[in-house]
């Protein structure tokens, strides 16, 4: 996965919502209202990380694309972009992938699929993560 641009760590609320940062917002031409798809499971080797794009990037990729037809992810649906750029994590999701208040999150951009990546930082990812980087995915 080609990562090219780090916007910062956000943490959970109570609500299981998190804050996109401004930056994030403008380089991607998010606004408040916007739908925007979300997929769970985007990472090769690990299962924590999220992807966000615009509902209608999502629409406008083929059917037949990977990112569509994928055992390793999970399209989940479609979050509303709140007035103050935060989005909501469905407790589904929260409760499957042990997302608990407090819990930080990588924002990343991810230029293949010109996506934001939000990547879980929870103990056993971070492990994952750095066997990775060392020994190559399982």
Do not use: C
Request: proline share 4%; aromatic share 8%; no cysteine.
């Amino acid at each position: 996965m080609s990562l090219n641009k780090f916007y910062g760590v956000v943490k959970v609320n109570s609500r299981g919502q998190i804050g996109i940062p401004k930056q994030t917002r403008e380089d991607f031409n998010f606004s408040s209202g916007d739908n925007l798809a979300l997929l769970v499971g985007v990472l090769p080797h690990s299962k924590d990380a999220m992807m966000l794009m615009k509902a209608e990037e999502w629409y406008a990729i083929p059917e037949s694309a990977p990112i569509k037809n994928s055992k390793n992810h999970e399209f989940i649906g479609f979050v509303k972009l709140a007035e103050r750029g935060q989005i909501v994590i469905p407790k589904k999701i929260r409760s499957q992938y042990g997302i608990e208040v407090g819990l930080q999150i990588l924002i990343l951009s991810h230029d293949k699929t010109h996506s934001v990546l939000l990547a879980l930082l929870n103990q056993e990812s971070l492990g994952k993560w750095a066997a990775n980087m060392i020994e190559g995915p399982e």
